[in-house]
Antibody, heavy 117, light 107 residues
């Protein structure tokens, strides 16, 4: 079965760090365009970051310099390292696959990140 | 950044109704547009990609049209399971951006 399973969310203080993981099954992460998308409570969807199959990465301005997307091909897992967290980073974080670089066809169940003191 | 403007923000409709949601891009995006459905507490589900291509497994009552800056998602005959929030998303350039969402509610 093709699926994505996120983990690593939780409660963190402002200024703290967290690493999210997204384990894939049924397909190869390194062969696909993979993204993180977040959704603040009661709000819409916000794209966060992408990593191409070739390794190129892009970030939303709101997280640039603080978040890093990466992958471990041996574990078939996508990561999001989040540093210098702010209250406005509070959201459900989803990982998603875009096999043709234009639309996300597989999404994980989401993991909640709460930034609060 | 490309801004995606969806309208309406909410719509009340009955089972069997035809529902149309529009999405306007602040600049031309060719056909680099996708539509998603999201139910409370769940991840988004891809409905339409490349503006008008139906994702595998999605019922044919869903259709998409448009190119350039103006796009439409149509549900030809609303079913009980279609009550949800719908989002458009442009994939023309980074940062990828989503519309604000349209909530389809029961009338």
């Amino acid at each position: 079965e093709v699926q994505l399973v996120e983990s690593g969310g939780g409660l963190v203080q402002p200024g703290g760090s967290l690493r999210l993981s997204c384990a894939a099954s049924g397909f190869t992460v390194s062969s696909n365009y993979m993204s993180w998308v977040r959704q603040a409570p009661g709000k819409g969807l916000e794209w966060v970051s992408v990593i191409y199959s070739g390794g190129s990465t892009y970030y939303a301005d709101s997280v640039k310099g603080r978040f890093t997307i990466s992958r471990d091909n041996s574990k078939n897992t996508l990561y999001l390292q989040m540093n210098s967290l702010r209250a406005e980073d509070t959201a459900v974080y989803y990982c998603a696959r875009a096999p043709t670089d234009d639309a996300f066809d597989i999404w994980g169940q989401g993991t909640m990140v709460t930034v609060s003191s | 950044d490309i801004q995606m403007t969806q309208s309406p923000s909410s719509v009340s409709a009955s089972v069997g109704d035809r529902v149309t949601i529009t999405c306007q891009a602040s600049q031309g995006i060719s056909s680099w547009l996708a539509w998603y459905q999201q139910k409370p507490g769940k991840a988004p589900k891809l409905l339409i990609y490349a503006a008008s291509s139906l994702q595998s497994g999605v019922p044919s009552r869903f259709s998409g049209s448009g190119s350039g800056t103006d796009f439409t998602l149509t549900i030809s005959s609303l079913q009980p399971e279609d009550f949800a929030t719908y989002y458009c998303q442009q994939a023309n350039s980074f940062p990828l951006t989503f519309g604000g969402g349209t909530k389809v509610e029961i009338k």
